[in-house]
Nanobody, 123 residues
Framework: QVQLVESGGKLVQPGGSLRLSCVAS????????MAWFRQAPGEEREFVAV????????FYADSVKGRFTISRDNAKNTVYLQMNSLKPEDTAVYYC????????????????WGQGTQVTVTS
């Protein structure tokens, strides 16, 4: 059974940092892109960042560029999202996704999803 399990979400003050992790099991994802999406209450799910299997190609949403960093450790079947300078508008459930069959920034192309981890940015 394929599983993606996110962790690391918590309540943090504006300007703070968090590191999210997503561990894959059931198969190896070392040869496919992996991504982070997020969904705030009452909002559509949105793309955050994606990384190619080798890590050589990375894309970010404009809203997080310069503040968030996506990385991966294929030996651990894990993808990370380092989030710095967090803002209240970053509050959302963050989802890990893997193995897109189309556009890397469109959630509908991803075959595998985690259950999400809550990030809340508030003072």
């Amino acid at each position: 059974q394929v599983q993606l399990v996110e962790s690391g979400g918590k309540l943090v003050q504006p300007g703070g940092s968090l590191r999210l992790s997503c561990v894959a099991s059931g198969r190896t994802f070392s040869s496919v892109p992996m991504a982070w999406f997020r969904q705030a209450p009452g909002e559509e799910r949105e793309f955050v960042a994606v990384i190619s299997w080798s890590g050589s190609t990375i894309f970010y949403a404009d809203s997080v560029k310069g503040r968030f960093t996506i990385s991966r450790d294929n030996a651990k079947n894990t993808v990370y999202l380092q989030m710095n300078s967090l803002k209240p508008e970053d509050t959302a459930v963050y989802y890990c996704a893997a193995d897109p069959d189309g556009s890397w920034s469109a959630g509908e192309w991803y075959a595998y999803w985690g259950q999400g981890t809550q990030v809340t940015v508030t003072s």
